[in-house]
Each structure stands twice: as structure tokens, then as C-alpha cells.
């Protein structure tokens, strides 16, 4: 079914102009300036923006953590990303201790295959890895999963020790791949924890105020000083504050191969919504937690001048009943994660472009193209260019919406809050076109489950690997690295 997408505003990363795109199957096949073709599909985009289909590089569905499990599947978390214009999302799967990540990625391929709206790649969370089973790394690269997380943070349950991410660390440089850290020094914050809970500060905001913006900036500069000694490169997570920020601008004025992201929540939201009344606060009990808002500035400062170099959602929705409920006497047992994926391109395209924080080129880098570069999808995905997967989004820059749960049901997350309530957003997605195939028409969802693929990502191909980054799967060999001192 071929598809003409006529009188656009075509914007990419770089790239502002009108023009015709033609689809003949799955990849975009044609841009002109003025297209005489037929189609089985016209869709006319006067006034409208096509931009290519967001890449969200940080999801977590129906993912087990803190005693439940996140509320969306690949079912419902992926149409709600199509709706808001997401057309490829990474998702986490979990190596526990012990096991092998190779298992663990059948088992996250066994949640998602047949199942998602949009296509989809995964990340490794690796929580120990001996020496024994550094060799399944390749493997995994061979299967297209080119990146890891390693945590900081959640002693006894996710935390990494130092010798470990630093193991880790040298064979992603061997291979190409690249681990994302989550880096928040959780020993001294669960002292933390330990300390506020024996003076009875049991309410959510205790979450934030146990884990201050100093650690996340320890954790930082930890994860960076090993990359720099393993010669590996490095993506910080969900990065929230100044301090983490100056630490990540830091390591990259020394060379060290440093990425980070944030994430809207962070831009948007500050540590005032830990005084909502009751439990309510629950809601934005998240890692790391919400911070004073003037870091928001600094934030988009970073985002600004590429010290941050994507925006993710990082989303992990628990509902606020019965899963957020299971630390209502214990902040520290309430389940860490809010939701977002189905809001990020309005909100940033609003408070980001509107804002005049960012320039219209700059929000499709920072929510496609630099999150596709870096995780090795580029240029299959994260641009509208002849070759490339059709995946775009006609987006109104002139539709307005408040987003709301509770007035009226904006989203199509499973989840019974929205973390952005009321907040109102001009610039909405209208229609989303999956690899040639329309999966959102006008706002009404057409597609189905098993729309999407599982896409086997090349190898870390951000900046600072040249034109050793290769597009997802292409036959590159992983980039050869020789370790100082460890050859
Ligand atoms: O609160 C969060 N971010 N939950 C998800 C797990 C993580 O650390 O990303
Ligand atoms: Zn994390
Ligand atoms: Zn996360």
C-alpha cells in the first residue's frame, strides 16, 4: 500500500522545508518538491509538520519491580506511544543475578513478539557478570541488543559494584556497544533512607529528600571516570540536576566518550509535587526524584548547548491504587517510576520549541535522530530520507489539548493518573505512519497489535565512534579497541 503525504513542513534534525513524500512499500522512496504520483493513500499536510517518528530510548513495560509490575504491557504501552507519536521505542529487559542474559532476553522477546504497535528494540540491565560470562556480550551484539544498563543504585537488587561496571565497561569498548548507567550512589542513600524512616518520615517526599542531587553528581562522575580508564563510552540515564550536569560536562571536557539524556519530567516537573496532599505524592515518587525547579534551566541550558543529547520518557507507570499503595506507611517501598511515553513530543514541543528553549531541528534531534545515532538505528530510523523506514509523524502544531486523567481521559496509558495534569500543550500528533503503513489516523488508533518489529540495532554509533557507527542491521564488524594497558 503506497502512501503520498502532500504540501508538508518537512523537518528533520537539520532540514526545514516544503515538500511531497512518496511511500511506496515501507521506505520512504521519493521527496519532492511537488509530487505528480498515485497512491493508495493521499494525505494532505497543509500547515502541518512531518517529522520523522520518535525514537523514546527508555521504556520500561511490564517490566517486575518493587514487588509489582509496571501497569503497561507491550500492548497498551506501545499504542499509547503511537499515539503520541513514538514509532520506535528500547525497552529494558532484566539479567538477574545468576542468570544469563541471553535467557533473559528469550524471556523479554516472549513478552513483546506479536504484541507491540510500534517497532522495538531492547537493552540488557546486567546486575552481575563474572569474568565467565563476559562472552555472552557478543552474542548479544550478534542479536542486535547493543547497549546495557547497569545501576548505582538499589543495593541488593540491581546495584552493580565498581569492579563489575568497569568488566562490563571494557568489553562494550571491545565490542561497540555501550553501557547506559544509572548513576545515584545507593549505599549512602539507603542510609539515608534508613535514618528518615527511624525518625518516622514515612511520606513520599522523603523519597526526594533521601536522595540528594550531590549523589546522583557522585554517581556521575564515578560512571565517567571508569568509561574514561575502560575507554568505554558512556550514556547517563535520566540525568535531573545541575550538579549531575556539571559532573557530565566535565568528563566530555577531558574526551571521555559521555552521553546523557533527561527525560520531560525532570524539565517540567520540581520537588513542590512531593506537598501534594495525602498519598498523592506517591505519584511522583520516581528515581532520582524530582528536584528543585531551577535546575529546569539548567537542564534546558544543557540540552541547548549538547551537553544532553536526547530526551527520553523513562517510563514506568504504576498505578496510583493498589501498586504506588504498597508503600503508603513506607515511602522506600513505593514502586519508583512514573509514566509519560504517550506525552513526551507535545510536552517538549511545547514547553521546548514554544518555550524558545530549543529550535524546531533541535526537538527532532533530541526526541529522534541523536537517541537513533547513539543506540545504532541510525539511519533506518531518526530521519525522513530516501532509504529510510517510513516512520512519520504528521504533527498540528496548532491542535491544544490539557492533559488531564482525571477531567478527561487524554491518554491511552494503562495507568489511573497522568504525572502532567492540567498542564496545557499546543502541537499535537495527528497521524503516524509505522514503516509505510498508517497506525494512528486523525488521532484514531488503526493499527494493531504485531504491527511492530523487534529491530536488531547496529553497534553505539553516537558522536564520538565517526564512521564506526554503522546503521542497524548493516554487517559492521564491532569497532576494534584496544584498552590502554590492557592490550
Ligand atoms: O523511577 C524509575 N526511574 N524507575 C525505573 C527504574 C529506573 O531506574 O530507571
Ligand atoms: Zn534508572
Ligand atoms: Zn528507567
Aim: hydrophobic fraction near 35%.
Amino acid at each position: 500500500m503506497s502512501v503520498l503525504i502532500k504540501n508538508g513542513r518537512v523537518v528533520t534534525a537539520i532540514d526545514d522545508y516544503k515538500a511531497d513524500i512518496y511511500i511506496g512499500e515501507s521506505q520512504v522512496d521519493v521527496i519532492g518538491k511537488t509530487l505528480v504520483m498515485e497512491a493508495d493513500t493521499v494525505i494532505d499536510a497543509t500547515d502541518k509538520l512531518v517529522i520523522p517518528g520518535g525514537v523514546d530510548p527508555h521504556t520500561h513495560l511490564e517490566m517486575p519491580f518493587g514487588g509489582t509490575t509496571t501497569s503497561d504491557d507491550f500492548v497498551t504501552g506501545t499504542r499509547a506511544a503511537a499515539f503520541g507519536g513514538t514509532t520506535t521505542l528500547i525497552d529494558f529487559a532484566i539479567q538477574f543475578k545468576g542468570a544469563s542474559t541471553l535467557a533473559a532476553l528469550d524471556t523479554w522477546h516472549s513478552k513483546a513478539q506479536g504484541k507491540t504497535a510500534i517497532d522495538y528494540g531492547f537493552h540488557m540491565i546486567i546486575t552481575d557478570m563474572p569474568e565467565s560470562r563476559l562472552h555472552e556480550m557478543r552474542r548479544l551484539s550478534d542479536e542486535g541488543v547493543t547497549s546495557y544498563k547497569m545501576f548505582m543504585a538499589y543495593p541488593g537488587v540491581l546495584l552493580s559494584d565498581d569492579g563489575t561496571i568497569f568488566r562490563t565497561m571494557r568489553k562494550a569498548g571491545e565490542d561497540g556497544t555501550l553501557i547506559c548507567m544509572h548513576a545515584e550512589n545507593g549505599i549512602v542513600i539507603d542510609e539515608l533512607v534508613q535514618i528518615a524512616l527511624k525518625k518516622g518520615q514515612i511520606e513520599p517526599k522523603y523519597h526526594a529528600y533521601t536522595r540528594p542531587t550531590r549523589l546522583e553528581a557522585e554517581g556521575v562522575h564515578r560512571a565517567l571516570a571508569i568509561a574514561e580508564v575502560a575507554q568505554a563510552p558512556c550514556y547517563i540515564v535520566h540525568l535531573s540536576s545541575y550538579d549531575a550536569l556539571e559532573q557530565l560536562r566535565a568528563a566530555q571536557a577531558r574526551g571521555v566518550m559521555a552521553h546523557a539524556e533527561t527525560c520531560p519530567q525532570y524539565l517540567l516537573l520540581d520537588i513542590g509535587y512531593y506537598e501534594q496532599p495525602g498519598f498523592d505524592a506517591a505519584k511522583y515518587v520516581l528515581t532520582p526524584p524530582l528536584r528543585e525547579k531551577w535546575n529546569q534551566d539548567e537542564l534546558w541550558r544543557g540540552l541547548r548547548g549538547d551537553a544532553l543529547h536526547a530526551i527520553s520518557t523513562d517510563h514506568c507507570p504504576f498505578c496510583l491504587r493498589e501498586q504506588k499503595e504498597i508503600g503508603r506507611d513506607d515511602f522506600s517501598k513505593i514502586p519508583n517510576g512514573g509514566p509519560g511515553v504517550e506525552n513526551r513530543l507535545s510536552l517538549i514541543y511545547h514547553y521546548g520549541v514554544g518555550g524558545g528553549h530549543i529550535s524546531i531541528n533541535r526537538f527532532v534531534d533530541l526526541t529522534s535522530t541523536a537517541p537513533a545515532k547513539i543506540f545504532g538505528l541510525f539511519p533506518k530510523k531518526g530521519t525522513i530520507a530516501v532509504g529510510s523506514d517510513a516512520d512519520i509523524v504528521i504533527f498540528d502544531p496548532n491542535q491544544e489539548e490539557t492533559i488531564s486523567y482525571y477531567n478527561a481521559r487524554t491518554h491511552h496509558m494503562n495507568i489511573d493518573y497522568n504525572a502532567y495534569e492540567g498542564f496545557k500543550v499546543k502541537g499535537m500528533t495527528e497521524t503516524v505512519i509505522l514503516r509505510g503503513k498508517v497506525i494512528i489516523d486523525r488521532g484514531e488508533y488503526v493499527g494493531q497489535p504485531g504491527n511492530g518489529q523487534f529491530i536488531k540495532r547496529g553497534p553505539y554509533g553516537g558522536m564520538y565512534a565517526g564512521s564506526a557507527g554503522k546503521a542497524a542491521g548493516s554487517e559492521a564488524p564491532a569497532i576494534e579497541r584496544k584498552a590502554a594497558g590492557f592490550s
